[in-house]
């Protein structure tokens, strides 16, 4: 099992940037592709963006060429860089981590952070 904590959200203006990070121990984070998924009052969580072993990424139609995911295996971290901040982008930000253990997929998730954008 792997423990996830996020942070790095908050309250930010429209057109302004947050980085998110998530912090990850109990197993070996390199072996998990990661992601982002956000959820708003009343909507489904949705996938933001993730990141596998080999480092490919995919993200969302509605944040591509504004949030970027990457991940450093040797401080066991995922960061979302989020540029270009839109209200619309508000939503509680979870990190996720998956591995496939035979013969499902394992998933983890942190607690969550909140990201509000707003003038």
């Known amino acids: 099992q792997v423990h996830l904590v996020e942070s790095g959200g908050g309250l930010v203006q429209p057109g302004g940037s947050l980085r998110l990070s998530c912090a990850a121990s109990?197993?070996?984070?390199?072996?998990?592709?990661m992601g982002w998924y956000r959820q708003a009052p009343g909507k489904q969580r949705e996938l933001v963006a993730d990141?596998?072993?080999?480092?490919?990424?995919n993200y969302a139609d509605s944040v591509k060429g504004r949030f970027t995911i990457s991940r450093d295996n040797g401080k066991n971290t995922v960061f979302l860089q989020m540029n270009s901040l839109k209200p619309e982008d508000s939503a509680v930000y979870y990190c996720?981590?998956?591995?496939?253990?035979?013969?499902?997929?394992?998933?983890?998730w942190g607690q969550g952070t909140q990201v509000t954008v707003s003038s």
């Open positions: 996720n981590a998956r591995l496939f253990v035979s013969p499902t997929t394992a998933h983890y």
């Open positions: 990141i596998i072993r080999g480092g490919a990424t």
């Open positions: 109990g197993s070996i984070f390199s072996m998990y592709a």
